[in-house]
T-cell receptor, first 113, second 115 residues
C-alpha cells in the first residue's frame, strides 16, 4: 500500500523567512497530493493541493511542487508570519480509484516573531 | 449549516469496555474515513468507506469496527481488543464522485482516554 514520508518533523524559522516541507510517496499510481494545516486544538484544513498533471501550483505565499519521477512533493511558504505556526500534513491518494488519503507524519512549524 | 460532526468531544472508557464514537455529515459525501492521531505519528487510517454498506480496513484496523448503514453516518467502535486506545480520533468525508475534487473535510475530533 501507499506510504508517505514527511520531513522535517519540526521546523523553526524567523518571521519573514521561507519554510520548506518535503514528502515522498511510494505508490507511483498516486495522482493527488493535498496539504493540510492543523492549528492547535483545531481540525485539519486543506490549504493547497496538486494533481499529477502539473509540476507546480501557487496560491499567494504558498506553493507546492511535484516531481513524479522522484516521487516527491514539497510545500513552500514564503514570508512566514506567526499565524503560519501549525502542524502541516502532506497526503497522497489515487483519485478516481480508491480515493484513500494516506497522510505523512506531520511537521510542526514554529514561526518566531 | 453543512458540515461533519463528531461526538462526544471527550470520552473516557474503562479498560475492557467497548465504546462507540459518532460521526455524522450532511455534506452528501460518498466517502467517509476514520483516522487516529498520536503525537509524532501523523494521521493513521483506521477504516474507510466509499459507499453505503461497504467499508475497508486501513493501516491500523485491529481492535476497531465500523458500520455504514446510512450515507450520513459512519460510527467507529473501539473494542476491548484495542490495546492502546487512548488517542485523538478524527472523522473525515470526501465527495469523489463530483468531478475530481477530493478535499477531505474533518470533524472536530474525539479525544478518547482509557482510565
Amino acid at each position: 500500500g501507499e506510504n508517505v514520508e514527511q520531513h522535517p518533523s519540526t521546523l523553526s524559522v524567523q518571521e519573514g523567512d521561507s519554510a520548506v516541507i518535503k514528502c515522498t510517496y511510494s505508490d507511483s499510481a498516486s495522482n493527488y497530493f493535498p496539504w493540510y494545516k492543523q492549528e492547535l486544538g483545531k481540525r485539519p484544513q486543506l490549504i493547497i493541493d496538486i494533481r499529477s498533471n502539473v509540476g507546480e501550483k501557487k496560491d499567494q505565499r504558498i506553493a507546492v511542487t511535484l516531481n513524479k519521477t522522484a516521487k516527491h512533493f514539497s510545500l513552500h511558504i514564503t514570508e512566514t508570519q506567526p499565524e503560519d505556526s501549525a502542524v502541516y500534513f502532506c497526503a497522497a491518494s489515487i483519485e478516481g480509484a480508491t480515493n484513500k488519503l494516506i497522510f505523512g507524519t506531520g511537521t510542526l512549524l514554529a514561526v518566531q516573531p | 449549516d453543512g458540515g461533519i460532526t463528531q461526538s462526544p468531544k471527550y470520552l473516557f472508557r474503562k479498560e475492557g469496555q467497548n465504546v462507540t464514537l459518532s460521526c455524522e455529515q450532511n455534506l452528501n459525501h460518498d466517502a467517509m474515513y476514520w483516522y487516529r492521531q498520536d503525537p509524532g505519528q501523523g494521521l493513521r487510517l483506521i477504516y474507510y468507506s466509499q459507499i453505503v454498506n461497504d467499508f475497508q480496513k486501513g493501516d491500523i484496523a485491529e481492535g476497531y469496527s465500523v458500520s455504514r448503514e446510512k450515507k450520513e453516518s459512519f460510527p467507529l467502535t473501539v473494542t476491548s481488543a484495542q490495546k492502546n486506545p487512548t488517542a485523538f480520533y478524527l472523522c473525515a468525508s470526501t465527495h469523489p464522485s463530483v468531478g475530481t475534487n477530493t478535499e477531505a473535510f474533518f470533524g472536530q475530533g474525539t479525544r478518547l482516554t482509557v482510565v
